[in-house]
Structures are given as C-alpha cells and as structure tokens.
C-alpha cells in the first residue's frame, strides 16, 4: 500500500523559507513513480507547485520558478520542497503525491502540510 507523509510546514514571515519533506513508502523497487507537491488555499482550486520524474525531470509552476526546488531521493523514499522568498500568496494546505510515471493522475496523496506566509 503507498503512503506519503507530508512534514515541515508552518509559518514563516515573507522572504523567508521553508522546507517540505515527503516520506513516500509502498512502491515496488524498479516501480518507475512520479512525485509532485500539489498547494490548495482557501476559496480555490488546487493547483500544481512542482513535479518531478522518476528521471529527475522537474517542472514548476511560473509563479514559483527560481523560489522553490523540488528534489528527490530514491533511495531514502523522499521528495523535498524547499521554499526560499516566499510570499503571503504562498500561503495554502500543501500536499504530495505520487502516481506511476505511465499514468497520467496522481492517485497517492498525503494529508496536508500547511503552510503560512505573514507580510
């Protein structure tokens, strides 16, 4: 059974930064998965920060490009999300998940870190 455990959210003044760490368990060695770090704040829709492939391909959302780097360690079963110059917008439930890299949507999710940017 997959599990992802989200830790290291909470609340930072703006500029300042933050670290998410996701402990990802339950895929098979040599299961080729595909991890993201997913953000929902109040009153809108979730929405995509960054994600990365079982190559360590990594694609950004334009509103966290050179502020976040999403980062992987197959061996320890980890993603990391390390948040620099964030920004009160920053402010959401952030999620991981994870799916197989031949599917298209991701089907592992954790339950939530949150994460709160003061001016």
């Known amino acids: 059974q997959v599990k992802l455990v989200e830790s290291g959210g909470g609340s930072v003044q703006s500029g300042g930064s933050l670290r998410l760490a996701c402990a990802v368990s339950?895929?098979?060695?040599?299961?080729?998965?595909?991890l993201g770090w997913f953000r929902q704040a109040p009153g809108k829709e979730r929405e995509a920060v960054a994600t990365?492939?079982?190559?360590?391909?990594?694609s950004y959302a334009d509103s966290v490009k050179g502020r976040f780097t999403i980062s992987r360690d197959n061996a320890k079963g980890t993603v990391d999300l390390q948040m620099n110059s964030l920004k009160p917008e920053d402010t959401a439930m952030y999620y991981c998940?994870?799916?197989?890299?031949?599917?298209?949507?991701?089907?592992?999710w954790g339950q939530g870190t949150q994460v709160t940017v003061s001016s």
């Open positions: 998940a994870a799916r197989s890299c031949l599917d298209v949507d991701y089907v592992y």
């Open positions: 339950g895929f098979y060695y040599g299961d080729d998965y595909c």
């Open positions: 990365i492939d079982e190559d360590g391909l990594t």
